[in-house]
């Protein structure tokens, strides 16, 4: 039997990212588990950030974002992105990452993040509590380690998610895409 809760967004786990933004001038890294893949051709990401946020402005001055994947080793860093607040100070010395310039963004990324993601605004949609920023994925930045085929090939198990307030591991594969296709019916 299922109950009926009051409407909740239970969508979990989510991907736990890094989103670096600004410029020379100013920048900042904020922790996002509200990330979302919305468009393939191009490349379209959607980050949900909270009015409150001092990320907020700067992404909108901008223009520009950057989604730096997180593995384990990283999570220290990633938690403090997530309880400090640009306004009060450097978080990228507070959290251990060493800013990286951007290739086609003038936003940092982290050197550390096996990953980054360079993206620019295309739209931003006001919600009643988040901005959401629509960004065209302009370049992906991969450590060359994980890089098979000219693709991006995490190792299995590498990122980390959140779920109600806590930190997940990934697992390994427990299936490929499609391995039901041809399946009797
Ligand atoms: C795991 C985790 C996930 C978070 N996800 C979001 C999110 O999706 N959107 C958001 O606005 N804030 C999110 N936050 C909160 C911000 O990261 C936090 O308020 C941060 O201090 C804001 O930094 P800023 O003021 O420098 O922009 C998350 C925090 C944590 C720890």
């Known amino acids: ?61 901008t223009g520009e974002f950057t989604v730096n994947l997180i593995p384990k080793e990283l999570l220290h860093g990633l938690d403090v992105c997530g309880v400090t607040s640009g306004r009060d100070c450097d978080k990228f010395a507070a959290a251990g990452f060493t800013r990286a310039k951007g290739v086609n963004v003038k936003c ?32 992906v930045l991969a450590d060359e380690r994980y890089v098979k085929d000219g693709r991006l090939r995490l190792p299995e198990g590498m990122l980390v998610t959140y779920v109600n307030g806590q930190y997940l591991e990934t697992g390994a594969a427990i299936g490929t895409y499609g391995y039901t296709a041809g399946e009797s019916k």
């Open 108 to 139: 940092p990324h982290i050197a550390e993040s096996p990953a980054s993601l360079e993206c620019k605004v295309i739209r931003r949609v006001d919600l009643p509590t988040h901005a959401v920023f629509f960004g065209e994925v302009v370049s």
């Open 1 to 61: 039997m299922k109950i009926q809760l009051k409407p909740a967004t239970s969508l979990a786990p989510l991907p736990a990212v890094v989103v670096t933004c600004g410029d020379e001038t100013e920048n900042n890294a904020i922790t996002l588990a509200w990330v979302g893949t919305v468009n393939s051709v191009p490349p379209i990401l959607t980050a949900a950030v909270r009015y409150s946020r001092h990320s907020l402005g700067i992404i909108e001055r």
